[in-house]
C-alpha cells in the first residue's frame, strides 16, 4: 500500500495563494527564507504529464509567488526548479515545483545556479 500524498491531504491553512489548479504553500524544509513550492492540486507525478491548461496555471502561479515573495522578503533574484523523477531528486511522488528565493551573499559565488548539482560541471565559464 502506498503511504499518503502529503500534498493530496494539505490543509488550506498553509495555503498563501491558490486558483483552481494550483496551490502556492512555504516549503517545509526551506533552503532560504521565503522558499515556496508551486503544487498541482491534481496528483500526477511527473510535469510531463500535466494539460496545457495545468501547466499555464503552474506559470501563473510562480508569478504570484514571485510577486508574493517579493513583497515579503525583497529576494535579490530566483531559483526555479522541478525535481522529476527518482534519478532527478524527487522525493514527493506529486508535481510540485520550487521557487527559491536568493539573497546576494547567500552563496559564495553563486553563479551556474542549480548546474551546482552536478559540482564538477558547473564553472563552465573558467572552460576556454
Known amino acids: ?3 499518503i500524498c502529503p500534498f493530496c491531504t494539505l490543509s488550506e491553512v498553509h495555503f498563501i ?3 483552481n ?3 502556492v504553500i512555504r516549503d ?4 532560504s527564507s521565503g522558499h515556496c513550492l508551486i503544487i498541482l492540486k ?3 507525478e511527473s510535469f510531463f504529464h500535466t494539460t496545457d491548461e495545468e501547466k499555464l496555471s503552474l506559470l501563473k502561479a510562480i508569478v504570484q509567488g514571485k510577486n508574493l515573495l517579493e513583497r ?5 533574484g530566483f531559483n526555479i526548479g522541478i525535481n522529476d523523477g527518482e534519478a532527478a ?3 514527493i511522488e506529486h508535481l510540485h515545483i520550487h521557487l527559491i528565493p536568493r539573497y546576494k551573499g547567500d552563496s559564495l559565488d553563486p553563479r551556474g545556479g542549480i548546474r551546482w548539482i ?3 560541471k558547473a564553472p563552465y565559464w573558467d572552460e576556454q
Open 118 to 120: 552536478f559540482p564538477n
Open 72 to 76: 515579503e522578503f525583497k529576494p535579490d
Open 89 to 91: 531528486g524527487q522525493t
Open 17 to 19: 495563494a491558490e486558483d
Open 28 to 31: 517545509k524544509h526551506p533552503v
Open 21 to 23: 489548479l494550483t496551490i
Open 1 to 3: 500500500m502506498k503511504p
Open 42 to 44: 491534481r496528483h500526477v
